[in-house]
């Protein structure tokens, strides 16, 4: 079950990053919270020229998140802003939405982002926020979606990219990744190999919604 290849089953669309080249570079902003492993996914891909893209800043709210550190190794701008030092999510998402402007950011994306959006962000970039998740949703919402996986017992999880809405995990699915269960599987087991998935399926998925977006 370790096999990368082996435990990927693509659901919706199948369809690779190569089928998805976008006409001009668009403009990413990034927003992290821990180790940063998707962000440096889509940065790679940006770097091999798979991704026609580019990061001008990446917005995280950890003063020691590992993503600082990547960041720093891709050459991308990075800008602090702690959520404990706002008073409300509304007035964090002020301080993102100013930022992202002032850096042309066009798309946002919530590369393992452990804040709840608002609306104040959601409507400075309509239909322009994609986030990723460790379930194939509907099923598993919200925190904890692996451990989630494992204590209803079924023998198939993934991974799903979607839109940002103010229900958490509820947007618009653009791509999803199946991953079967172990019957060893722990959470950190399986959490590698949904990861594994999400490092392959989201600079896909940011192509296909950036495409779509512009037709």
Known sequence: MGNVDRDFALISPNISLVDVPLPRRAKLGILASGSGSNYGAIAAAIEAGELNADIPVLICNKPRAKVLERAAK???KTQLLNHREFDSREA?????????????????????WM???????????????????PSILPSFKGIRAIEQALAAQVKVTGCSVHFASLEVDSGEIVMQAAVPIAPNDT?????????????????????????????
């Not at 709840?116 to 926020?129: A, C, F, H, S």
């Not at 959470?187 to 896909?204: G, S, W």
Request: charged fraction near 25%; aromatic fraction near 6%; include cysteine.
């Open 74 to 76: 891709f050459g991308t």
């Open 92 to 112: 964090l998402d002020e301080a993102i939405l100013a930022c992202f402007r002032e850096h042309g950011v066009e798309w946002v994306i919530m590369a393992g």
């Open 115 to 133: 804040r709840i959006v608002t609306d104040v962000l959601l409507k400075g970039y309509e239909n322009r926020i994609l986030n990723i998740h």
């Open 187 to 215: 959470a950190e087991t399986l959490h590698a190999r949904i990861q594994a998935q999400e490092h392959r399926i989201f600079p896909t998925a940011i192509a296909l919604a950036i495409r779509d977006s512009e037709q």
